[in-house]
């Protein structure tokens, strides 16, 4: 059955973006349904408008105006599949809450995403950056994710295995203008080993016994981390970490570790990867800030938008960093956001 669309014109962004850069669409529409997302999508190409999809706006930077369709992504509900004594998978829409999830999940007792509490944000958007943090990555425990292909317009089921998951990468983000995510199921456990094993976790917890944790008890332990080290984007707004990680070869390490014996690294397969948070902050940046934005005075990774700053001015402060990082230590930093629209 055709349902219609409210489709509205020069419609402002701000509040969609958490940034809070101000930016417009020349048109806009709320989906709550597989439906109208083809109808949406139909209505596009009917009127030759390019496309921008669009969850909770928490890993975007808005460079100026987007000329065509934004669609917002409402589709709402979640539930459970295949429950057994051991473990059950958890089906969220596109539009639901991830940190809302996470919660609801640990309260349910299921294993699996508790270290991903509080990264902002919706379940669809989720696989394309591969979300991790505190030694968890959304491909641990993903099932499949069901889509819309914007060719054929057909619902497909990819297993996690199609997706091409990477370092806060994923098939989503080479092929941006192929698939629309639905849906995603995870794969959690009642009994899995609870992972606590990075440094803030471990202080947090202190001596406590990890038998003696639940995952909601864990997902507690994030929050509480998280909450003294990143700011709140409704309070002070940021996209989260702006800055990947840099991976680099063994030999640019040995030779960066003799001109910095104290860098901050972790092993990657055969690679090492930087903290890239340690070289903003020895760049100096850590706490600094202009008229309109500037960086965390207790995450150096976060970008922050403190007062009224355009998505220019926020890019214009990552691209300094950037250049800074480079020429103090030589390592190119690569920015974890993506970029809409030009100023």
Same mark, same amino acid.
């Given at each position: 059955?055709?349902?219609?669309?409210?489709?509205?014109?020069?419609?402002?962004?701000?509040?969609?973006?958490?940034?809070?850069?101000?930016?417009?669409?020349?048109?806009?529409?709320?989906?709550?349904?597989?439906?109208?997302?083809?109808?949406?999508?139909?209505?596009?190409?009917?009127?030759?408008?390019?496309?921008?999809?669009?969850?909770?706006?928490?890993?975007?930077?808005?460079?100026?105006?987007?000329?065509?369709?934004?669609?917002?992504?409402?589709?709402?509900?979640?539930?459970?599949?295949?429950?057994?004594?051991?473990?059950?998978? /958890?089906?969220?829409? !596109?539009? *639901?809450?991830?940190?809302?999830?996470? %919660?609801?999940?640990? $309260?349910? #007792?299921?294993?699996? &995403?508790?270290?991903?509490?509080?990264?902002?944000?919706?379940?669809?958007?989720?696989?394309?950056?591969?979300?991790?943090?505190?030694?968890?990555?959304?491909?641990?425990?993903?099932?499949?994710?069901?889509?819309?292909?914007?060719?054929?317009?057909?619902?497909?089921? /990819?297993?996690?295995? !199609?997706? *091409?998951?990477?370092?806060?990468?994923? %098939?989503?983000?080479? $092929?941006? #203008?192929?698939?629309? &995510?639905?849906?995603?199921?995870?794969?959690?456990?009642?009994?899995?080993?609870?992972?606590?094993?990075?440094?803030?976790?471990?202080?947090?917890?202190?001596?406590?016994?990890?038998?003696?944790?639940?995952?909601?008890?864990?997902?507690?332990?994030?929050?509480?981390?998280?909450?003294?080290?990143?700011?709140?984007?409704?309070?002070?707004?940021?996209?989260?970490?702006?800055?990947?990680?840099?991976?680099?070869?063994?030999?640019?390490?040995?030779?960066?570790?003799?001109?910095?014996?104290?860098?901050?690294?972790?092993?990657?397969?055969?690679?090492?990867?930087?903290?890239?948070?340690?070289?903003?902050?020895?760049?100096?940046?850590?706490?600094?800030?202009?008229?309109?934005?500037?960086?965390?005075?207790?995450?150096?990774?976060?970008?922050?938008?403190?007062?009224?700053?355009?998505?220019?001015?926020?890019?214009?402060?990552?691209?300094?960093?950037?250049?800074?990082?480079?020429?103090?230590?030589?390592?190119?930093?690569?920015?974890?956001?993506?970029?809409?629209?030009?100023?």
């Amino acid at each position: 059955m055709s349902q219609a669309l409210e489709i509205q014109e020069r419609a402002s962004l701000q509040r969609l973006n958490t940034l809070a850069v101000p930016a417009t669409a020349r048109y806009l529409v709320e989906v709550e349904n597989a439906v109208q997302l083809k109808q949406a999508l139909c209505w596009a190409d009917d009127h030759e408008q390019s496309v921008l999809v669009l969850g909770g706006g928490s890993n975007l930077v808005f460079a100026g105006d987007y000329p065509g369709l934004v669609i917002l992504m409402a589709l709402r509900g979640r539930s459970w599949e295949r429950v057994d004594d051991h473990g059950a998978v /958890l089906v969220l829409k !596109a539009g *639901e809450n991830w940190h809302e999830a996470v %919660l609801y999940a640990a $309260r349910s #007792g299921y294993r699996g &995403i508790e270290n991903l509490a509080l990264i902002p944000g919706t379940a669809g958007a989720a696989p394309v950056q591969n979300i991790g943090a505190y030694g968890t990555e959304l491909c641990d425990c993903l099932e499949s994710v069901t889509v819309l292909n914007r060719q054929t317009l057909e619902v497909e089921n /990819l297993p996690a295995s !199609a997706c *091409e998951f990477g370092y806060r990468d994923s %098939l989503f983000k080479h $092929r941006p #203008g192929c698939y629309i &995510i639905l849906e995603i199921r995870l794969r959690l456990s009642r009994d899995a080993s609870l992972n606590i094993g990075y440094r803030d976790l471990q202080d947090y917890f202190g001596d406590v016994n990890e038998a003696e944790l639940t995952p909601l008890a864990v997902a507690e332990a994030v929050m509480a981390v998280r909450h003294r080290k990143l700011p709140d984007p409704a309070v002070l707004p940021n996209v989260g970490s702006f800055f990947k990680n840099p991976v680099i070869g063994l030999t640019q390490f040995r030779g960066l570790q003799a001109r910095f014996p104290d860098v901050v690294s972790y092993p990657a397969d055969s690679q090492v990867k930087l903290a890239a948070a340690w070289l903003i902050d020895q760049a100096g940046w850590k706490g600094f800030r202009n008229s309109r934005v500037g960086v965390h005075n207790r995450q150096a990774l976060v970008l922050i938008n403190h007062s009224g700053g355009t998505g220019q001015d926020v890019l214009s402060l990552a691209d300094d960093v950037r250049q800074s990082v480079l020429e103090k230590f030589g390592v190119e930093l690569e920015m974890e956001p993506g970029i809409v629209g030009n100023a």
